[in-house]
């Protein structure tokens, strides 16, 4: 998922899908018999980890500005399509 950048939203979607029960654990809620949680959450933690994430996040957004490769660019695909000289694309 991290080599092509076509796939990272599904790598987002997943991930926490994937890091929820290790970071359970590694938090150090336990569970009773049918999974629920015992012990109250540190929202502290979460407070500050969601504030660093947030904070971290509009930096980069705010300094950096997103654009596709130029090479995969629509207007890319036109120039070459022009430079072969090409008129059909699709099948007739």
């Known amino acids: 998922a991290l080599s092509h950048s076509r796939n990272v939203d599904v790598f987002a979607l997943l991930a926490p899908i994937i890091l929820a029960k290790p970071l359970a654990a590694r938090l150090g809620s336990e569970g009773n018999a049918e ?3 015992s012990r109250q959450p ?3 933690v ?3 980890v969601a504030i660093a994430v947030f904070i971290f996040a509009f930096s980069i957004a705010s300094t950096r500005r997103y654009s596709p490769p130029s090479a995969m660019s629509p ?3 036109v120039a070459a399509l022009q430079e072969r000289k090409i008129s059909r694309v699709f099948n007739d």
């Open 42 to 44: 540190q929202w502290n």
């Open 75 to 77: 207007a890319a695909a």
């Open 35 to 37: 999974g629920h949680v």
């Open 46 to 48: 979460f407070a500050v």
